[in-house]
């Protein structure tokens, strides 16, 4: 039986290449809808909504391969643009100094356990998917630092050379 693969000339990419003529009638009456639905939101139900969707970011982010490495500090600002809070305030909170939340934020520091619970009580979000982002983004920055010069490892090989 012959293989056939589907083609999706735009990919499945978030942008809907390929996918949706942005232009279109539906599309624009769609649009129009969900400003409507989303004008009728209280400030709580918007604040959920984007929340939710930045988490979607961040599992999108977790699970797809990516060209650009995002700092998980980055995902930390968004929420705080959400929320409408400075980074010096949330700094004060969480009992850290400013300038380690900020290299955070700019991927200079990273996110250990105790702040990844903490941001996950505030944001109500598992802690863990900091700590992924973060181990994410150390094995990708790894693999490109040893890409040219780390020798190809694999278990025939082991095993040949083991017997």
């Known amino acids: 039986m012959e293989n056939k693969q589907m083609v999706n000339a735009g990919g499945i990419n978030g942008v809907g290449e390929g996918l949706i003529n942005p232009h279109a009638a539906d599309v ?3 649009q129009a809808m969900i400003k409507k ?28 391969p990516v060209e650009t490495i ?10 705080l643009k959400v929320i409408k809070i400075k980074k010096k305030d949330l700094a004060t909170y969480l009992g850290y100094e400013n300038s380690n939340l900020s290299a955070m934020i700019n991927g ?5 356990s ?6 996950g009580q505030i944001f109500s979000l598992n802690p863990a998917i900091w700590l992924h982002l973060e181990s994410k983004n150390e094995l990708i920055q ?22």
Request: proline share 1%; no cysteine.
């Open 37 to 64: 639905a989303s004008a009728n939101q209280d400030e709580q139900e918007k604040i959920e909504n984007q929340f939710l969707s930045i988490r979607f970011q961040m599992e999108t982010y977790l699970t797809q």
């Open 108 to 112: 200079r520091r990273k996110i250990n």
């Open 70 to 79: 995002i700092p998980a500090g980055q995902f930390i600002n968004k929420y």
């Open 142 to 163: 790894t693999m490109r630092e040893k890409e040219k010069n780390t020798k190809q490892y694999s278990l025939t090989d082991l095993m040949n050379k083991a017997g």
């Open 114 to 119: 105790e702040i990844a619970i903490k941001l």
């Open 28 to 30: 624009k009456a769609l």
